[in-house]
T-cell receptor
Framework: GENVEQHPSTLSVQEGDSAVIKCTYS??????FPWYKQELGKRPQLIID?????GEKKDQRIAVTLNKTAKHFSLHITETQPEDSAVYFC?????????FGTGTRLTIIP | DTAVSQTPKYLVTQMGNDKSIKCEQN?????MYWYKQDSKKFLKIMFS???????INETVPNRFSPKSPDKAHLNLHINSLELGDSAVYFC??????????????FGPGTRLTVL
């Protein structure tokens, strides 16, 4: 089955700076890579996703890049704000199911 | 007008008891899921149903039995609860079964505590 590794597990960033979270996956058949944000005590919510036929996707302050050859993808958040503080999960789809990474706790320091 | 709802929100029970969690979605989606999130925040798929048909059944103890009476509902029954079952259980739904470009909408979660 699919295995998704995510780094770092915790990340503290000064407000206004950028944050980068990286994930690698094991199954080259995976073709869909969403990122979910989970605020404390809340449900995970999709913030951005990318399909395997695209190398990069951007939505305002967040962007995701995908390197299929290396089997890794990254989340980039620019101009971070206090409301960006949360746990972020990457995921990869394989065989009709999503396998999630272990999560990154992002803290924005005011 | 909550998209995916779960009841109860909190569940505290003794070891050995049997309990159920209910999930309903009003999005008209075909596919529903159960995830378990442990104390370290790991999110793992347990089951998936598509139009009332079981399509994903991960390595989960058979004390866990999902049931989908219709495509808008997916319930989870747990027998003989153990301490290790303590976790947050999330229900989710998606338009259809393909994971390709298929956003999953999560419910608010049910925090299960087994004493």
């Amino acid at each position: 089955g699919e295995n998704v590794e995510q780094h770092p597990s915790t990340l503290s960033v000064q407000e206004g700076d950028s944050a980068v979270i990286k994930c690698t996956y094991s199954d080259s058949a995976s073709n869909y890579f969403p990122w979910y944000k989970q605020e404390l005590g809340k449900r995970p919510q999709l913030i951005i996703d990318i399909r395997s036929n695209v190398g990069e996707k951007k939505d305002q302050r967040i962007a995701v890049t995908l390197n299929k050859t290396a089997k890794h993808f990254s989340l980039h958040i620019t101009e971070t704000q206090p409301e960006d503080s949360a746990v972020y999960f990457c995921a990869a789809s394989w065989n009709e199911k999503l396998t999630f990474g272990t999560g990154t706790r992002l803290t924005i320091i005011p | 007008d909550t998209a995916v709802s779960q009841t109860p929100k909190y569940l505290v029970t003794q070891m050995g008891n049997d309990k159920s969690i209910k999930c309903e979605q009003n999005l008209g989606h075909d596919t529903m899921y159960w995830y378990k999130q442990d104390s370290k925040k790991f999110l793992k798929i347990m089951f998936s149903y598509n139009n009332k048909e079981l399509i994903i059944n991960e390595t989960v103890p058979n004390r866990f039995s999902p049931k989908s009476p219709d495509k808008a509902h997916l319930n989870l029954h747990i027998n003989s609860l153990e301490l290790g079952d303590s976790a947050v259980y999330f229900c989710a739904s998606s338009q259809n079964r393909g994971a390709w470009g298929n956003e999953q909408f999560f419910g608010p979660g049910t925090r299960l505590t087994v004493l």
